[in-house]
């Protein structure tokens, strides 16, 4: 197993004609969106190189929600992560051929259960703020999910 550091990001603003928006304009998010978050939770996965398992997370959803939000906001305000959600163990997983040969391997990073948890809200929070204030033209909607007809 390898651990790596993974370098930290800062929001930055996005100025348009239409639209203004800060780089302290945390989107909306609450316990209720977290809590969500957290009861989808795959059990099955394994942790990260914090130690906590999604199955706590999961079991303790509606104690855990509020607090992570906390972190996520000042996350957010700061533009700093917390360095331990910065590590990643990251581990070969074989695919095929021969198996000394390393193009043999993919590599698979298990990051830490709540960042990926803040990653994913605010991920779901920008896309919600972007479709509800029609910033993305219809002909940018490559990278989009599909909104259900």
């Known amino acids: 197993m390898i ?21 302290n304009d945390f989107p909306f998010v609450d316990t209720e969106i977290v809590r969500d978050q957290l009861y989808q939770l795959h059990v099955q996965n394994s942790m990260g190189p914090d130690g906590i398992r999604p199955t706590v997370l999961k079991e303790l959803a509606d104690v855990m929600a509020g607090p992570l939000l906390i972190i996520y906001q000042r996350s957010w305000e700061s533009g700093e992560v917390s360095t331990d959600w910065k590590l990643a163990n990251v581990i ?58």
């Not at 993974?6 to 004609?17: G, K, L, N, P």
């Not at 051929?97 to 929070?125: F, H, N, Q, W």
């Open 3 to 23: 651990q790596i550091y993974i370098r930290s990001w800062t929001a930055q603003s996005v100025e348009s004609e239409v639209h203004k928006c800060g780089n």
């Open 92 to 149: 070969p997983i074989y695919k095929k051929g021969m198996r000394k040969d390393p193009g043999s391997y993919r590599l698979v990073s298990l990051t830490s259960v709540p960042r990926k948890i803040m990653e994913e809200t605010i991920a779901g929070a920008t896309e919600r703020h972007l479709k509800n204030n029609a910033i993305i033209r219809h002909s940018q909607h490559g990278s989009q999910k599909e909104s259900p007809v």
